[in-house]
């Protein structure tokens, strides 16, 4: 059971907008800026937002970060079969140190 | 550019130790920050340790299941990060990435391929 929760699948077509979420509590997103990773089998994953919505240079602006309270989310605009992979929301806790979502497995049908 | 390369991953048994090893380049691990994440077979990301900035030493934080058991430590002479590994049970089985840390948030914006640990009798 994962410190944040987030959805274990999700799916669309090529050119969709998919969001995945991820649920915290007062002692990690709530007082600490969401970050977002991509992983792709047999690589090593890659920061995809930090701070909650901003981008490392090169990532596409087809990805987007937001955060309310104690959640966030990640959103992938105009969908591409590249897209296929694990992506994991993290962030510091206050009692727990780094925590990470349990990853959410997009396919792109 | 960062890069960060793993090695030592082995084959061990219950209550055995291993010493990970991540040499580091494009930036100096006395000055940064740096952690371990892992990933079990079929699981998602855990992370497992942080060292701080400072010479041969640093603030330490450990995840609760690693506790008293790992050490991370880094040699900044070589400018390498270590993990060493005690009395290692069957759920320590996993890919060790080595990271490098950046901002205010604990973003970990260059990973390294991993390390393959086994954990068997």
């Known amino acids: 059971q994962s410190v944040l929760t987030q959805p274990p699948s999700a799916s669309g077509t090529p050119g969709q907008r998919v969001t995945i979420s991820c649920s915290g509590s007062r002692s990690n997103i709530g007082s600490h800026g969401v970050n977002w990773y991509q992983h792709l089998p047999g690589t090593a994953p890659k920061l995809l937002i930090f701070?909650?919505?901003e981008r490392p240079a090169g990532v596409p602006d087809r990805f987007s970060g937001s955060k309310s309270g104690t959640s966030a989310s990640l959103a992938i605009s105009g969908l591409q079969s590249a897209d296929e992979a694990d992506y994991y929301c993290a962030t510091w806790d206050d009692s727990l140190g780094g925590v990470f979502g349990g990853g959410t497995k997009l396919t792109v049908l | 550019e960062v890069q960060l390369v793993e090695s030592g991953g082995a084959l061990v048994k219950p209550g055995g130790s291993l010493t990970l090893n991540c040499a580091v380049s494009?930036?100096?691990?006395?000055?940064?920050?740096m952690s371990w994440v892992r990933q079990a077979p079929g699981r998602g990301l855990e992370w497992v340790a942080r060292i701080k900035q400072g010479t041969n030493g640093g603030t330490t934080d450990y995840a609760a299941s690693v506790k008293d058991r790992f050490h991370i430590f880094k040699e900044s002479s070589k400018n390498r990060v270590f993990l060493k590994m005690d009395n290692l049970k069957v759920e320590d089985e996993a890919i060790y990435y080595c990271?490098?840390?950046?901002?205010?948030?604990?973003?970990?914006?260059?990973w390294g391929r991993g390390t393959l640990v086994s954990v068997s009798s």
């Open positions: 990271t490098h840390e950046s901002g205010s948030d604990w973003q970990l914006d260059s």
């Open positions: 701070g909650n919505s």
């Open positions: 494009g930036v100096s691990v006395t000055n940064d920050w």
